[in-house]
């Protein structure tokens, strides 16, 4: 592994969010209510900060996505 595993914010690494998408519309629909991944990016952008709630994370190697994690006011 050349670049080991990272961590980054969502917003700094928007590459990445139309695999998260589909990854969550696939775990999480049927809780999440979504009816397509499209519609969980139009979600994710509202997770695209730095200082304020809600913020995401990515974790990521060699170009890969390998996880996400959030933090919101009400979950």
Same mark, same amino acid.
């Given at each position: 592994?050349?670049?080991?595993?990272?961590?980054?914010?969502?917003?700094? /690494?928007?590459?990445?969010?139309?695999?998260?998408?589909?990854?969550?519309?696939?775990?999480?629909?049927?809780?999440?209510?979504?009816?397509?991944?499209?519609?969980?990016?139009?979600?994710?952008?509202? /997770?695209?900060?730095?200082?304020?709630?809600?913020?995401?994370?990515?974790?990521?190697a060699n170009g890969q996505l390998l996880g996400t994690a959030a933090l919101r006011v009400?979950?």
């Amino acid at each position: 592994m050349r670049g080991g595993l990272r961590i980054g914010y969502l917003i700094d /690494h928007p590459e990445y969010m139309p695999q998260l998408a589909q990854w969550l519309f696939q775990e999480w629909d049927v809780i999440l209510g979504e009816k397509t991944p499209e519609a969980r990016i139009k979600k994710l952008k509202a /997770h695209m900060n730095r200082d304020h709630l809600p913020i995401a994370w990515v974790a990521h190697a060699n170009g890969q996505l390998l996880g996400t994690a959030a933090l919101r006011v009400h979950d």
